[in-house]
């Protein structure tokens, strides 16, 4: 930032001193703008690229819904919100599988076990994944206190957060 | 004495072209250097160094800005040129034309569509399954768009998992990238003793083994399977599987994963349960 700062300091003393030069203000424009993007896009690569209603995450590419729905839903009810989800502009949201749910758990964190810029109950969240035995009733959810991943009978009501493929991902078949 | 007869439009113009260079290799750059993949352009796989990929990055934003200075300001003679940039300024009837070099590299970036996958997970790995189930959880035909159930793990892939069995008790997930022990050995461990078994292990000429975390040992569950659940490749021993990630609820838990339904479980450090080491290939 200092040598910009000193770029920029020099090209508007030159323009003082002489002629006002129209390619130096252009420059001086273009530079000053790629330095904001440059210090910006700093701060997006992290895990998380975050906005209003939704949070990236540029590990995995996934999009994520930033805030959760409001009431519960038991699994049908949860499979259903988000296919009928419309949100920044983007109306391809789905329940995630179990896989791309846990891709959101932080562990060395706990109570919750998320990144702090996802703002996150430290309840269960359903994922799209049935378990696969015909003995069992279930679907596998995710306890964002700690992360553990548990089945849970599908009649009952949990929280619900959906993704779309965002960067790349998953693609309908 | 050479004076630069400079035209504003050329530094004009490589500075605008490396400004919209910079936001296509951007996306490239930024994805691959978060996961040490390499990047695909035009079908070619180039590694980039994360040294070089940010040196170029800042060189292509800031090396025009300077290059408009330099010429605009002084004179050739302050700038020191080399014999390369004399010859360069007398060929061009004594006009200074900077980063000529950097026309063919910015045409490449500009023509190449951000495109191809770099990441370690990019797609994640598909979780496997492929039937669809109703609300009592039996296999039911999967349910077309805007019907009830509609929208099940099954109805949306994600990248197919890539296994290849070396033959020599290993396998590599050609996905992840990750080389895997072939389970069976009847070994159960603590915790700790898991870590430095992994640590201590040379196997298959390779002494760079180690714990999985638990979220590489949950990138081989297979969630379509059950008894075990997982490609019958990796082995299965029937109980508990160490992963290297502690509970941070307890000091004296640690994660697990139960490789017959691939559930994972905050288990005791003192208790003994199988390994299985991985290595980052190649």
Known sequence: MNIQFNILKKIIHSRFRKQINKSKLLSSILILTSSIFLSLSAHAIGPYASRNDTVTDLGTGLQWQKNPSLKPHNWQNGLAYCENLSLDSHSDWRLPNIRELKSLVDYSRYYPAIAADIPCQSSIYWSATSVASDTQTSAWSVFFGNGDDIWKVKSMSFNVRCVRAGLLGAVRK | ?282
């Open chain 2, 1 to 282: 004495m050479l004076k630069s007869k400079t035209d504003p439009s050329e530094p004009l113009l490589v500075s605008l072209a490396c400004f919209l260079s910079f936001f296509l290799i951007l996306y490239k750059m930024i994805l691959g250097l978060c996961q040490n993949k390499p990047a695909t352009i035009h079908g070619y796989q180039i590694y980039i160094d994360h040294h070089v990929a940010i040196y170029s990055l800042i060189y292509l934003v800031f090396a025009p800005a300077v290059e408009i200075i330099k010429i605009q300001n002084k004179d050739i003679d302050e700038m020191k040129p080399t014999k390369f940039r004399i010859q360069m300024i007398k060929d061009n009837g004594g006009r200074y034309i900077p980063q000529l070099w950097l026309i063919p590299f910015v045409t490449i970036m500009l023509i190449t569509p951000p495109s191809g996958s770099f990441a370690e997970w990019l797609p994640l790995p598909d979780t496997g399954q492929t039937a669809c189930y109703d609300a009592n959880n039996l296999v039911i035909p999967c349910p077309s768009a805007g019907t009830p159930l509609f929208g099940q793990d099954a109805q949306y892939n994600g990248a197919t998992p890539d296994y290849v069995d070396n033959t020599n008790q290993t396998i590599t997930d050609l996905q992840s990238g990750l080389i895997w022990t072939r389970s069976g050995k009847g070994l159960q461990f603590t915790w700790q003793d898991a870590i430095s078994y992994c640590d201590e292990l040379v196997f298959a000429n390779q002494s760079d083994w180690r714990l999985p975390g638990k979220f590489e040992l949950e990138s081989i569950v297979d969630y379509g399977k059950f008894f075990p659940a997982s490609n019958k490749i990796f082995g299965c021993e029937g109980s508990f599987y160490w992963s290297s990630t502690a509970h941070m609820g307890n000091s004296e838990y640690a994660w697990s994963v139960f490789c017959n339904d691939g559930a994972d479980h905050w288990v005791h450090k003192s208790n003994k349960y199988y390994v299985r080491c991985v290595r980052t290939g190649p």
